[in-house]
């Protein structure tokens, strides 16, 4: 009797299965040790399977880039559920992305240090699976970011454009030039950026501390770069 052909849900499930599996093995690996046969070996199915599923490796890391995208923004959503003040909003998204990163290393690398062939291919791809999700992430985060300085009494103006970023009126009377509050945000995700390859490389193990609290403690400092020195001059600090 012929085996029944897989549900649309089923293959999608074994999608994510296989997906799930190439992230594994880029952790452990490296991106560029990922061959389509030794997944296949490690998900105990032949190749000729495997390629039924993602018929080149090329697509097999696009479309595992769309899955991190939507994995991480899972999380970051998560982070920042419970969370009423801007400080706890802003630590609740950054300890939810270093989470992400340090639980599915492969899915971070292959968004933030893809292979070089691939992001060259991506950059002359019309179809390319992952652009609108980046932007998505990054409408998001500027959001959040938004959100979070109104709040601590930075006046924002709406962006001229859905492509720009939010005016900040009046900052000149607070002492800060008109970039500096973004270069406060990008800075602060700088060293975000950093903290998750320290973590995921194993660097602070040597400084024989407990990591995740010492994860924790750092990025509440980080946060130092941008929310204190702006309710120092907000009007609610002066009250």
Do not use: C
Request: glycine share 6%; hydrophobic share 40%.
């Amino acid at each position: 009797m012929p085996r029944q052909a897989f549900s649309a849900e089923e293959i999608i499930i074994q999608k994510q299965r296989i997906m799930d599996e190439a992230a594994q093995v880029m952790a452990s690996e490296g991106i560029s040790q990922l061959s389509m046969r030794a997944l296949a070996a490690s998900l105990n199915m032949t190749a000729a399977n495997l390629y039924n599923y993602f018929p080149s490796k090329r697509q097999l890391f696009i479309e595992t880039t769309q899955r991190g995208y939507e994995l991480i923004d899972n999380y970051t959503k998560e982070g920042v559920t419970h969370a009423e003040e801007p400080r706890e909003k802003l630590a609740g998204f950054l300890k939810s992305a270093v989470r992400f990163a340090h639980d599915w290393t492969g899915y971070w690398e292959l968004m933030v240090h893809p292979p070089l062939q691939l992001r060259e291919d991506l950059a002359s791809d019309e179809g390319d699976l992952t652009s609108d999700l980046r932007q998505r992430t990054s409408d998001r985060m500027i959001n959040l970011f938004t959100t979070l300085l109104s709040r601590s009494g930075v006046s924002l103006t709406p962006p001229s454009s859905h492509s720009s970023m939010p005016g900040i009126d009046g900052i000149a009377e607070q002492g800060f030039g008109p970039d500096t509050i973004w270069v406060r945000v990008i800075t602060l995700l700088t060293n975000t950026h950093g903290l998750i390859d320290l973590y995921n490389h194993k660097m602070l193990d040597g400084f024989d501390v407990d990591v995740p609290p010492l994860i924790d403690a750092l990025i509440d400092s980080s946060i130092d770069i941008l929310l204190p020195a702006l309710n120092a001059s907000s009007p609610e600090a002066s009250q």
